[in-house]
Structure formats: C-alpha cells, structure tokens
C-alpha cells in the first residue's frame, strides 16, 4: 500500500489534514479542507489552524484576533508558544501579541512534566519549554536538585533523570524554571518508584490505544489518572499524524496538541508512560514499511521525532536496528513492548524482524516474573479483522512460531495485550500444547471512529458502545499472584471484569 495516496486514508480529523496540506505549501488546499472537511473537532482547533492559513499569507494583522478567540474557545495558550514553532514566530513576534502574552503571564513549561523510565531506585522527567530555559527537579527526600538546559536544537525538550531511590516508595516532587515553581492547576506532583524484581506488590496499569484527537474525550486521561495507574501503556495510533514524509511538521503539531491537554498532564505527571506506535503514527493506515531500518527514508525522521516526544527507556536494538519495542519489569510482572511497524514485511513473512524476534525470546527465556504482558500494537486473536492482513493473521507463520516457542520453553504466566481495533474486548486462543493465552484489546481511548465487535470463537466479551480504557490490577503478594482486568467506559463506569490467576497460565494444570 502506498503511504500518501490520499487524505481520505487518515482518521476523520479535519484540522490535521488542512495541516498536512500546510506541510506541503497547499494553502488553498488547506482552506478548502478546513471548510468542507469533516467537523470532528471544535472551534479552538479549527481556529488554530486558521492563523497558520494566514501566516503563510503573510496576514499576521489577522491573526492576534483569531488567536485570541481560539483562547476564550478554550485552546490552551501554551500552544501558540509550541508547534510548529517556526510558523508560529511571525506572531509572537508582533508586539500586540507579546503585550497579550505579558498580561496573560504563560508558563515557561509549555509541555510536561511527564514521568517515565520509573525503576524500583530512579525516575526521569520529560519538558518541553517556551524557548531556551533551566529545568530542575527536586524530590522530597532526595538530596539537592537535578537540573538541565532546554536547547533549540532538540526543539526545547528535555529530560532530568534520577536514581539512588528506595524501591515502592511515594516521593513528591517540585519543578523549576530558571529558579521559579512551576505548579499545574489540579496537579499533584507525585509518584512511586516500582518494587523490587522479587517484591510482591498490589499495583494498577492503564493501558490502550486510538487515541484520536477529540476535545470532548479528552476527559479519558482524568478518568484513567483518578485510578493512579503505577505506569500507563500507549500501544499506539496515539496521535495520528498520518504523514511520515513531513513527520517533524506534521508529528509536532499533532504531539504538541496532545501534549498541551490539562487532562493529558495532569495523567502524565504521576504516571510512568511507556509507548510504541502503530501505523497512523508511524506511516499511514495499514503501511507496510518494509524489512530496511532505512528505507523508506523517512524511517529515521519518524522514529527520531517519536523518542523525542516520548519519555521511554532504551528502546530498539542499536543503531543499525533502531525501534520502540522495550521491556521493564514492575515487582514480580515483566512489560514486553512490541515494535509491529518499523520491520513489518509481508514477502518475508514477518512483523517483528530477525533482531526484535531474537530479542524477544530471549527476554521471554530470561524472566522469572509471575507474569509477563506481551503488548502488541495489533492483536494476536484470529478473526479480529476479517479479510484483513493488517493483525497477526496476516503473519500466521510467525505467530505461531512465538506461541510455540512459548510451549516449547515452557515459559509461564503469559498474558497479551493490544490496541487498533475501535473498540474493548477479551479473547482466548486455545492451545493444545499449554495453557490458553488471554488477549485484552483496548482500542478506542478517544476516538470517534468505531469497529464493530467481531464475534469469534475465542470471544469472551466485547463493548464498542463509548470511548474507554482498561485496567490491569495485580496483587503479587498472594501465594498464587492474581491478575484483575478491568474496562471502564467514557463516563468512567467499569463495564466489565475477568480474574486470571498465575497457576491457570502454566504447564502444570
């Protein structure tokens, strides 16, 4: 499949295509798509897109009005300070705006702070800045603060890392810019660092994907937070940018929007985010990239630009085999994170690539965790897209050689999870050689969009009604360590339940 035939292959998302028509000097393009296009999104956005329209007129008399209206229709301001920077200049430059922004009194922390690469003893601290600016981090408890410089040519984005904590401990902490406290209305700045490889623990995680952006849902994040989640999982088509070939542009504004949600960092100030991307935020809908760490090109500049607005650990097998797939263990539960884009190659029959794969069984084989979540961008469940080779199906071969490397090497405790389709539900695949292994899908955080609940035969319960998220809730600390999985709805009702326990996932039943 091609990656940029048509618009018409993105998510309904008005503005962001009127962007990509921007990215590519299509200004009348841009209005037309603006106009017409479908209205999935609100006034603040649309208007946002409208002062860029005119900037690249050169009309920037028009746009101060524009911004400020964007701004009672509820925009946040920092995004006239963020991306795309260089378009916005014109703008802030213009002295009825810096008048505008002096009485207005901004943040310098345009973005963040969000927590990530937690351990049992460290945590880091992910900004971006309105320009050039000091950042530091103290915790309570910890000696003294860490501090860095914000600088142009990482696009103002930085990130303060920290150890020597005690494992499975609350610390608060504080943000500085250039000396100053930074607070976030609502916000408390807190977290707890993970227990030991052998603790037991009772803990939560989030996670899901399809994250489409839609104003009213934003409120997702709130509801997800109220649960305090020790980590968060975002398994992909978390923005939507659709337009590898201008990832930088393109992927900025639609980071930047997200990110400059109150909802979204109030989530990410308390929660270790992990991510990986699928195809709407890697290439566009169902791409194929290719067994090549550098071909298509465009390759590096989409995955420099994810790690750049991301806050993972190291992710990817090195410089000539780069990728977001990663692992971190939590106590006595291991998170395998998947890479299901960058070498994705139907010819050669294989959505992982050589290098991911060998690292995958590896780190299976090396595990000792009571449980150990698979989590993939796509689902592993037969049927779950009929006539499509988008999922697993279309790599069978490959599957079936990861589930029975599993049986062969006896590895305990497995569990999935994925995202991409619209919509909550719970499968199990049979095995006749080992234990049943239980599939979660959650994929429709924010969207609009929906899919229908496809019935299979390893279907246990699917819901497509709202936007949701799910939970997983583990207690460790029992003889028998047990696995709650959780899913709750757009009003933050819990719609459903299903227990696991960890001696139903062995070879000994």
């Not at 017409?36 to 649309?46: L, M, Q, R, S, V």
């Not at 566009?284 to 390759?299: A, E, L």
């Not at 009003?491 to 070879?507: M, Q, V």
């Amino acid at each position: 499949m091609g990656f940029l035939n048509s618009l018409s292959l993105a998510q309904h998302d008005r503005e962001r295509n009127a962007f990509r028509y921007l990215a590519e000097d299509k200004i009348d393009q841009a209005y037309h798509e603006l106009k017409n296009g479908k209205k999935h999104t609100d006034p603040a956005e649309k208007n946002f897109i409208s002062i860029l329209c005119q900037l690249h007129e050169g009309r920037i008399d028009k746009t101060l009005g524009i911004a400020q209206q964007a701004v009672r229709d509820g925009l946040p301001f920092e995004r006239l300070l963020s991306e795309p920077r260089e378009w916005l200049a014109p703008l802030r430059e213009y002295p009825a705006f810096i008048k505008w922004k002096k009485e207005v009194s901004p943040s310098p922390l345009l973005h963040g702070p969000m927590l990530g690469r937690v351990t049992d003893t460290g945590a880091s601290f992910w900004f971006r800045t309105d320009g050039a600016q000091e950042v530091a981090v103290e915790i309570s408890g910890h000696s003294g603060r860490e501090s860095i410089r914000t600088r142009k040519e990482n696009r103002f984005v930085g990130v303060i890392e920290l150890d020597g904590l005690l494992p499975g401990t609350y610390f608060a902490y504080q943000v500085f810019v250039n000396g100053e406290e930074i607070k976030l209305p609502g916000v408390d700045f807190g977290f707890r660092t993970f227990p030991q490889a052998d603790e037991g623990d009772k803990f939560t995680l989030a996670f899901g994907g399809c994250a489409g952006f839609v104003p009213e849902y934003e409120k997702t994040w709130d509801l997800i937070a109220g649960h305090e989640p020790r980590a968060t999982l975002m398994l992909g088509d978390n923005v939507y940018i659709d337009d590898p070939k201008n990832a930088q542009l393109t992927g900025n504004y639609c980071y930047s929007r997200r990110h400059s949600r109150p909802e979204w960092r109030k989530l990410v100030a308390g929660s270790s985010m992990h991510a990986i991307y699928d195809d709407h935020d890697f290439g566009t809908d169902d791409c194929i990239p290719g067994p090549y760490f550098n071909k298509p090109s465009w390759k590096g500049s989409v995955f420099e630009n994810f790690k750049r607005n991301w806050n993972n650990p190291r992710m990817g097998g090195g410089e000539e085999s780069p990728g977001c797939w990663h692992s971190f263990t939590l106590g006595k539960v291991q998170i395998i994170m998947l890479d299901c884009r960058h070498y994705r190659d139907l010819k050669g029959k294989t959505m992982l690539g050589p290098v991911q794969k060998k690292w995958l069984k590896k780190t299976l084989i090396a595990s000792d965790a009571a449980f150990k979540l698979i989590a993939s961008s796509v689902p592993f469940s037969a049927g779950v897209k009929p006539g499509s080779q988008d999922p697993w199906d279309g790599y069978p071969i490959e599957r079936e050689e990861i589930f029975t490397f599993i049986e062969k090497e006896k590895i305990e405790g497995v569990v999935l999870i994925a995202a991409d389709r619209h919509r909550i539900d719970l499968r199990k695949t049979l095995r006749p050689k080992g234990y049943d292994l239980y599939e979660f899908v959650s994929g429709r955080l924010t969207n609009r969009h929906v899919h229908p609940v496809v019935q299979t035969d390893g279907l246990i319960w699917g819901y497509n009604k709202t936007c949701g998220f799910s939970l997983l809730r583990f207690n460790t600390r029992l003889k028998d360590p047990v696995l709650l999985m959780e899913a709750f709805d757009l009003n933050g009702e819990k719609i459903f339940s299903h227990e696991i326990k960890a001696s139903t996932l062995s070879f000994n039943e």
